[in-house]
C-alpha cells in the first residue's frame, strides 16, 4: 500500500478538539451540496450579499476576508463535505482553498474535523481529490451505516 501524500500547509485534520474563539465553524452535514456549502459559507463568515455563490465568487470573497485577518475554518463532520456531489467538486473546493492560501495576505487553514473512525475515509477522499482523482468506484464517500440521522438534511 502506498503511502499517502502530505496535506498542504493550510490543510489539517483533527478528530474533535474544541474550536478556538478564532475558528469558523462549519457544519459538513449542512455542505453535503455546492449550494449548501455556498449557503454555510455565507452565513458563517458573514459574506456581502453580493457573492455570487461560485467558485470564482468564492475566491474573491475569501481573498477579500484575508485581506482583513486570518481565517480558520473548521468543517466539522468532514465527511458529509460535499458528499452529494460529483468528486470533483470537492477538488474545485481545494483548489479554490490552495489558490487563496496561497496569494492571501494572512494565513488561511482549513480543519477537516470528524469521529476518528471516519478520519482515515476523509483522509483518503481528500487525497484523491487533491490528486484530481475520484474515489474508487462504489466506494461511499460516507458509509451509508454511518451517516448522521440525527436531524434534517438540508439539500
Known amino acids: 500500500m502506498a503511502a499517502q501524500p ?7 485534520f483533527d478528530t474533535g478538539a474544541p474550536a478556538d474563539p478564532g475558528e469558523v465553524v462549519l457544519a459538513g452535514t449542512a455542505a453535503r451540496t455546492r449550494a449548501g456549502l455556498f449557503d454555510a459559507l455565507a452565513t ?5 450579499d453580493w ?6 465568487a468564492l475566491a474573491d470573497v475569501l481573498a477579500d476576508r484575508l485581506d482583513a485577518g486570518p481565517l480558520a475554518l473548521v468543517v466539522s ?7 452529494d456531489e460529483p468528486p470533483a467538486q470537492l477538488g474545485t473546493f481545494l483548489d479554490v482553498l490552495g489558490g487563496v492560501a496561497a496569494g492571501g495576505h494572512q494565513p488561511l487553514r482549513l480543519v477537516l474535523r470528524d469521529r476518528a473512525q471516519r478520519l482515515p475515509a476523509v483522509r483518503q477522499r481528500i487525497a484523491s481529490a487533491l ?18 440521522t440525527d436531524g434534517p438534511t438540508r439539500r
Open 6 to 12: 502530505h496535506p498542504p500547509s493550510w490543510l489539517a
Open 44 to 48: 458563517a463568515l458573514a459574506l456581502p
Open 51 to 56: 457573492f455570487g455563490r461560485n467558485w470564482d
Open 77 to 83: 463532520d468532514a465527511a458529509e463535505l460535499l458528499a
Open 131 to 148: 490528486a484530481g482523482a475520484a474515489v474508487p468506484p462504489g466506494a461511499p464517500a460516507v458509509p451509508p451505516d454511518d451517516r448522521r
